[in-house]
């Protein structure tokens, strides 16, 4: 295992298989961008509030690159165990969400396999504009793969139309 430096919730993460870091926090290990935009939505999602975080980062180079590490690593990570320092774990499971016409990006499904009742505990996807990287996270049982999807596509439309 190796040790996250990232505090989560100001407790140190390890995670099994070590470097399964990269699908749970990419950007870790990425220098400062030359710019970074946050936005905080509340959607509705079978009547029940959900909120979706959205950063916008800008560096001078490709963020490709990022997005064939996150591939390369999930491929070793469909299942992650984190242990925090004081000794409790837990374990998920990640996947990657199939997003129709998704274009230099990559979308996750991250779930508790052991808890049939979850469907789902999170989403995050990561699509690269050249320098500039989509981050889009949420973390609600309520989505569904197919309204994460739906939000993802119409938050690239977004991108797109900006860049």
């Not at 989560?8 to 950007?27: E, F, G, H, I, Q």
């Not at 274009?103 to 508790?112: C, Y």
């Not at 808890?115 to 989505?143: E, M, Q």
Request: net charge neutral.
């Amino acid at each position: 295992m190796a040790s996250d430096p990232t505090p989560t919730l100001s407790a140190p993460v390890k995670y099994n298989p070590a470097n399964c870091w990269m699908v749970r926090d990419p950007l870790r290990d990425q220098r400062s961008p030359a710019m970074a935009i946050r936005g905080q939505y509340f959607i509705r999602v079978s009547d029940n509030p959900v909120s979706v975080t959205e950063f916008i980062y800008s560096w001078p180079t490709s963020q490709r690159p990022l997005l064939h590490r996150i591939t390369e690593t999930l491929r070793q990570c469909g299942t992650v165990t984190g242990t925090w320092y004081e000794g409790e774990s837990y374990r998920i499971s990640v996947r990657q969400l199939a997003v129709p016409g998704l274009k230099d990006g990559i979308a996750l499904r991250i779930g508790d396999p052991d808890d049939p009742k979850t469907t789902s505990v999170g989403y995050s996807a990561y699509v690269a504009r050249g320098g500039t990287l989509l981050s889009l996270s949420t973390d609600s049982t309520v989505f569904t793969d197919a309204t994460f999807a739906e939000f993802l596509t119409k938050a690239v439309a977004r991108l797109d139309a900006v860049g």
